[in-house]
Each structure stands twice: as structure tokens, then as C-alpha cells.
């Protein structure tokens, strides 16, 4: 029973959710199996939610004192239970949600002829919604469906006088535009990891009024997007970069948060094609995401986001600041890798020292079972490696870097970018240092190479090939 889905379903509920649940199945409404309540009774007698504490066996005695044991029958009453929890779910969508309500409520009373009655009730919902800051695409959806509402309550009159067709079409417009732009983004960035084409109805029109548009959150989906298929017009960037700092609060918080990765993500691209000026850029969007808890979701840090803060900040060579963040910010972290990416992190604090040996001591006590921690942890090790003159090590490490590599399930350009950095790390041991020419082709080859997200490491060991 454990593993049941009842089980699964029972247990996301929190402490408020299950008391209004155990209201709302005393009610015929929702369901007519006294068996039913006896079953959740006996859930909400058990201290814990454990495989000895909800045995079917102990269940089904609870549920039937008298009767002998029948696996089929305690089967059909979890069944109900789980269709019971199902609707439930679908009842606190519609219980929190105060617009969906309002709504029903209003179909409700003109279905049933009570026109001035739900006419009140339309202006006094559009009155709550305009006092709302946010301004997404479900804001724009919920007006134009107010504005359906009331034109269809006085269609009848409005054919002979002036009606609500023009708020209609911009309600709808609006919705139709930050709907289509915002998963538009998420295609163009799926296209650029999958290698998958999209065709977007509509697109060219609604990217042309989006940029006529004065709604703030229209501008920021535009300018997102932009930025995404345009790199190489700045500004665009800047816009959003400015937007999202101005008009944080006309985006829900996944979404501002969206935004701000997408700029990140931005400022990453520009970095791994060797706009130095980036890093600085990317780690004030860090900055001003923590200040405003927009990178936190459920107050949880994000494994990458906490390391690729430590990057760019070691970068600068703020290393005080990035002392303090990976401590100050390691309590965000999930309880299941806090230590992990806690003791990387410290790791590639002492790299970034010079202090090798305390760097490979804990990188030792680092589990990576996560692949993009195991490959930065081999970055950090071939340029040790490197950098101490242990030769015949790296050259042992580069081959079973390679291997790891061709072995793992890795995206192309992740795996493009490491056999880059591994076939210049050979390149590099193997130029005579009174070549000039070889020295030089090679310098042109590093700066021309994509995806090398090492370019600047590589470039200064050139230079100290002498």
C-alpha cells in the first residue's frame, strides 16, 4: 500500500489541505462511501506514512473489524479513495483560484436570468483584476472572458448602441501575443539544444505588435525572444536586462525567474564565444535575483545555479564575496546535496587560491553522481595537472577523459566543447616553444574554435610557453 498511488496522492497534501479534505468528503456531493471515510480515518490516525503503518492488511481490519481479510475489496475502496483525491485536487484549484469562482459564479446567475445580478458582479471582478500588478497572458485571458461574459449578457441592446468590442479584442490580442511569445522562447531554446524546428502561426504579426505594444510584460516577452533569436543586436538585451529589474512585479514568480535565466543564459552564450564583459553582466543578474529571492523556488537554490555563481564570481576574482556566498547560501540547497556541492564549490574556491592540494582533498570527497559536476571536477583536475608539470598524469587523464566522454549520453555541444578543450590541452604539450608559427596557429586556432568555453585558461598557458 505504500507505494499506491492513494499513497502518493494522500501524502503531497499539507496539514491545511487535509483538514479542508476531511470536510469535504463527509459531504454525499462529493462522495456517497461511508468506506471511504473510514479508509481515510485510518490514514489519519497513523503518526507516520511508513510500509509497517499502512499495511493493507491493518486497513482493511479498520475499514471492516468484522470481515475476513479481501484484497479485491480493500482495492475497490482505494480506487474511490484515489477518484475521491483527484476531485479534490480539482476542487482547490477552483477554491483558491478567486477568478475561476467569480466566474462560475456569473455564468451561473445569468443561465439562470439574473442579469443585473451578474452584470454587478462583472464590474466588481474587473475592478479586483485592474488593481492587480501582475499582467501576464491568464490576466489578459481572464479580462477578455469577463468581456465575452458581458457582451453576451448584453448582446441583445448592444447591436443598436456602443458595446465592449474594443476592450474584447484587446484583452484577447494581448493574451494571444504574451501566450504565443512565451512559448515561443521556450521553443527557440529547445531548437537550440535539440536541433528541432517549430513553426509558430502568426509569429511575424505578433512580434510586430509586440514591439508597438506599452504593456511592460508584452515588452519583456519580446525583447526575451529577440534576444534569443538575435544575439548579435544587444540591445535587446539590455532592454530586457532593464525590464526585468523595472517591472519585476507584472510577471508571476516562475516567470520573472524565467526571464531572469533567460538573460542569464544570454550573458553565457556571449561568455563561451569570449565576451570577457559578460561575466561581470551575468553575475549582477545573480546578484539581483538572490536580493529578491526570484532564483529561490519553494526557498530552494538550484544545484547549477549555486556553482555557476561561484564560477563567474572566482572569475572576477571576488574571492571574499564568493567565500561568503558558497557558506551563506549552501543552507538553500537540498538536503541532498548540500555537502556535495558545498565542499565542490569550496574546491574550486582553493583552485581559484592556488591551493591545489586542499582544491584535490576535497574534490576526493565529492560523490558525482551528478554528470555536469563530474565533468567540472575533471576540468579543474586537468588544469592542476597541468599547471604542476605532471605530464605523464595528464596525458593518462586526457585519454580517460575522452573515453567518459564517447561513453556518456551528453549533449552535443557539451561534448564538443570538452573534446575541444582536451584536443588544444594536447596541442599545447606538444608545441615546441621556439616555434613561433606553430605557436601563433595555434593561438589563431583557440580564439577561432566553438563551442570552448576555456578559451582564456588556454590562451594564458600559450603564453607561457617559452
Known amino acids: 500500500m505504500i507505494n499506491s498511488k492513494l499513497i502518493r496522492l494522500y501524502t503531497s ?12 468528503i463527509q459531504s454525499p456531493i462529493h462522495n456517497r462511501h461511508k468506506e471511504v471515510i473510514k479508509l481515510f480515518s485510518f490514514l489519519e490516525t497513523r503518526q507516520s506514512i511508513s510500509k509497517t503503518t499502512v499495511d493493507r492488511v491493518r486497513a482493511f481490519k479498520h475499514i471492516y473489524p468484522n470481515t475476513t481479510y479481501d484484497y479485491h475489496q480493500l482495492g475497490h475502496i482505494m480506487s474511490y479513495g484515489c477518484d475521491c483525491l483527484i476531485s479534490f485536487f480539482g476542487f482547490l484549484e477552483s477554491f483558491l483560484n478567486d477568478f475561476e469562482t467569480k466566474k462560475h459564479q456569473i455564468k451561473g446567475l445569468l443561465e439562470h436570468n439574473h442579469l443585473k445580478i ?4 462583472i464590474h466588481k471582478t474587473q475592478k479586483e483584476q485592474e488593481k492587480q500588478s501582475i499582467r501576464n497572458d491568464y490576466f489578459f485571458l481572464n479580462s477578455y472572458q469577463l468581456e465575452a461574459l458581458f457582451l453576451d449578457l448584453n448582446g441583445p441592446k ?8 474594443p476592450q474584447l479584442f484587446d484583452s484577447l490580442s494581448n493574451f494571444f501575443i504574451l501566450a504565443t511569445l512565451k512559448y515561443a522562447c521556450i521553443a527557440i531554446s529547445h531548437q537550440s539544444i535539440y536541433k528541432t524546428a517549430y513553426q509558430i502561426p502568426f509569429l511575424q504579426k505578433v512580434l510586430e505588435q509586440a514591439k508597438l505594444s506599452s504593456e511592460p510584460s508584452i515588452q519583456i516577452y519580446y525583447h526575451s525572444y529577440m534576444s534569443l533569436k538575435m544575439p548579435e543586436q544587444e540591445t535587446h538585451f539590455h532592454q530586457l536586462k532593464r525590464l526585468i529589474v523595472d517591472h519585476a512585479t507584472t510577471l508571476p514568480h516562475t516567470e520573472i525567474r524565467s526571464m531572469y535565466m533567460m538573460a542569464i543564459n544570454y550573458c553565457v552564450r556571449r561568455l563561451n ?17 538572490l536580493l529578491l529571492k526570484i532564483l529561490l523556488e519553494q526557498n530552494v537554490l538550484s544545484n547549477f545555479t549555486y556553482i555557476n555563481i561561484v564560477s563567474l564570481a572566482l572569475h572576477l576574482k571576488d574571492y571574499e564575496w564568493t567565500h561568503q556566498f558558497i557558506k551563506g547560501y549552501s543552507k538553500y540547497l537540498t538536503l541532498k546535496h548540500k555537502e556535495n556541492y ?16 586542499e582544491c584535490m582533498q576535497l574534490l576526493i570527497q565529492v560523490e558525482y553522481d551528478d554528470l555536469f559536476l563530474s565533468l567540472d571536477a575533471k576540468m579543474i583536475l586537468l588544469k592542476i595537472y597541468y599547471e604542476e608539470n605532471s605530464f605523464e598524469v595528464l596525458d593518462a587523464f586526457l585519454h580517460s577523459f575522452t573515453v567518459f566522454l564517447q561513453r556518456k ?20 604539450l606538444n608545441t615546441p ?33 617559452k
Open 13 to 24: 497534501l499539507n496539514k491545511k489541505e487535509l483538514r479542508l479534505f476531511k470536510k469535504w
Open 409 to 428: 549520453e551528453i549533449m552535443s555541444y557539451h561534448k564538443k566543447n570538452y573534446l575541444n578543450i582536451i584536443r588544444f590541452t594536447k596541442k599545447l
Open 118 to 121: 451578474g452584470e454587478q458582479l
Open 342 to 357: 558545498s565542499n565542490h564549490a569550496t574546491a574550486k574556491w582553493y583552485f581559484a587560491k592556488g591551493n591545489y592540494a
Open 433 to 465: 616553444s621556439l616555434d613561433k608559427e606553430a605557436k601563433k596557429q595555434l593561438q589563431s586556432d583557440i580564439e577561432g574554435a566553438q563551442p570552448l568555453t576555456e578559451r582564456q585558461w588556454l590562451l594564458d598557458q600559450l603564453q607561457q610557453i
Open 158 to 165: 448592444q447591436r443598436t448602441s456602443s458595446n465592449n468590442l
Open 273 to 289: 564565444t569570449g565576451d570577457k564583459d559578460y561575466i561581470k553582466t551575468a553575475l549582477e543578474l545573480y546578484k539581483q535575483g
